[in-house]
């Protein structure tokens, strides 16, 4: 078990421009460690003027240093990083644990993970190439640049907070822009740790700033200050929704990752032993906090009972506790007013009619009764017309909806206003490949649930949102392209005539 050091007394520090500093305001907010439900770290509650100065600076560094330097030592920049990171995986791992209260296993799985975004966004950065085009005008020249940006506003959400956070550094700072990223309110303190590794690793003042506070004090000012050129954005829809309509009014790029309501889908055909599994690791797996949740089950009616009574029976024996304990697995809920909702959705559930397998409530253990702690929930018998089958929740509660035929699954599965992610289990060739094909979702697993990789992209359709992360074509998002013309037959323009 690792060691839980009481509440630490220093106040923290973000950084603006090269510097390490306090709000200007002098105001803190307290972190909350979501085992314990007590504070335990102080940081600085930044404000609209703290939110201007790291743009500014971030502008600053854009025309300064960072603009001239070559794209090989910017590439090597970010490997030097990822090193740093590497080195510090534990550590990072252990005050995502403290912050966010996700499993210490999940948090130590990302954070060595991490590394690999930087080396590969690092290697890519000096790949960055433009073309030359046959033109069709003699005499003529014509090549393009694929330039950066600008300054580029990260705000990233709590449940996974560095790795998330990465999906959109890693590609922003190898294509040449500078950042200022605000990371959520619930999980800022790996944040600062991981700012100074940046520090460490040597990146030049002011092109990564770390702006810690509140999205509803500072979150507009970092949309909407005509300095940035870009937003890119995780988190909910409701918020999402807001920061797209701010950006509109400064025309800036954005992307939006948001939430999820995805469809775990198993066939009568299925290997059993893989995709119970397969559907606990979809949903109990983080607690229930991850967008690509596969919080609706879709079971084929052949084998309902059978999946339902085998889901229960494995969900049962999860192990809830300490999130620093790497034998739990199930832990705390990030903030209390999420897991109140989380409660809410549950009473809904049962108002609605759905008949409740399992959980429904905080645990008794008074072991963790100072916990945010609520027990793996799994309701049959949903409807698709049910709220708990069409909202995102972002908890441990798990939806069973069954289903007749491939029809009806794509049918059920596709009835959402969100398109993140699916799951499919089977063991027929042809439905492996006709249901990828057919899910109005950003990612499919077959077989599988859950893998993300810097290699793969990764995004929403619908109203999960737009813009791709990882992958190669995710440096595209934080690069624009120009079309230069160059006359190259010193003839004389005609003055009145396009050319
Ligand atoms: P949230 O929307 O409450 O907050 C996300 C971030 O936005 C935080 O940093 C917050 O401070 C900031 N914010 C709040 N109000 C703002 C405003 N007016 N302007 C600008 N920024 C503002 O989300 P959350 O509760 O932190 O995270 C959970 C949500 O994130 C879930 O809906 C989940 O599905 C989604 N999520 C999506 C992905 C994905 O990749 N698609 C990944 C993880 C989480």
Known sequence: MIARPPLA?????????????????????????????KPWALVPRAGVADADQAIEAAAEAFRGAWRTMTATARGQLLCRFADLVAE??????????RDNGKLINEMRMQCRYIPQWFRFF?????????????????????????????????????????????????????????????????????????????EKAGFPKGVVNLVTGFGSEIGDRLVTHP????????????????????????????????????????????????????LVSGIFAATGQTC???????????????VAEKLVAFARTARIGDPLDPETQVGPITTEPQRRKVLDYIDIARSE?????????????????????????????????????????????????????????????????????????TQDLGRAIRMPERLEAGSVWVNM????????????????????ENGRTAIDEYLQEKSVWIDAGNSIPAPFVQR
């Not at 990223?181 to 740790?193: D, G, L």
């Not at 949740?293 to 059978?306: K, M, P």
């Open 227 to 278: 300095a940035v050129a870009k937003v890119a954005f995780t988190g909910g829809d409701a918020t999402g929704r807001r920061v797209y309509q701010s950006a509109a009014g400064g025309l800036k790029k954005v992307t939006l990752e948001l939430g999820g309501k995805s469809a775990n889908i198993v066939f009568a055909d299925a290997k059993m032993e893989a995709a119970v599994p397969g």
């Open 9 to 37: 007394e220093e106040k923290l520090e973000m950084l603006i421009g090269g510097r390490w500093t306090a709000a200007a305001s002098g105001d803190y907010f307290e972190s909350f460690d979501p085992f314990t439900g």
């Open 292 to 306: 690509i949740a596969g919080s609706r089950a879709l079971v084929q009616r052949s084998v309902y009972d059978e």
């Open 122 to 198: 690092g290697g890519l950065a000096d790949k960055i190439e433009g073309r030359v085009i046959p033109i069709d005008k003699p005499g003529v020249f014509n090549y393009t640049r694929r330039e950066p940006l600008g300054v580029v506003t990260a705000i990233t959400p709590w449940n996974s907070p560095l790795m998330l956070a990465t999906w959109k550094l890693a590609p922003a700072l190898a294509a040449g822009n500078t950042v200022v990223w605000k990371p959520s309110e619930f999980s800022s303190v790996s944040a600062i740790a991981f700012a100074k590794l940046f």
């Open 88 to 97: 510090e995986a534990e550590t990072l791992a252990v005050l995502e644990t």
């Open 449 to 468: 649930y859950r893998a993300t990789s810097y290699l793969s992209p990764f995004g929403g359709y619908k109203q999960s949102g737009f813009g791709r």
């Open 353 to 425: 009619g759905a008949s409740q397998l399992l959980g429904g409530k905080a645990p008794d253990d008074p072991a963790i009764a100072s916990g945010w702690f609520v027990e793996p929930t799994i309701f049959g018998n949903v409807a698709q017309s049910m709220r708990i089958a069409r909202e995102e929740v972002f908890g441990p509660v798990l939806s069973i909806i069954p289903f007749e035929d491939e029809e009806e699954a794509i049918a059920i599965a596709n009835d959402s206003i969100y398109g993140l992610a699916a799951g499919v289990w």
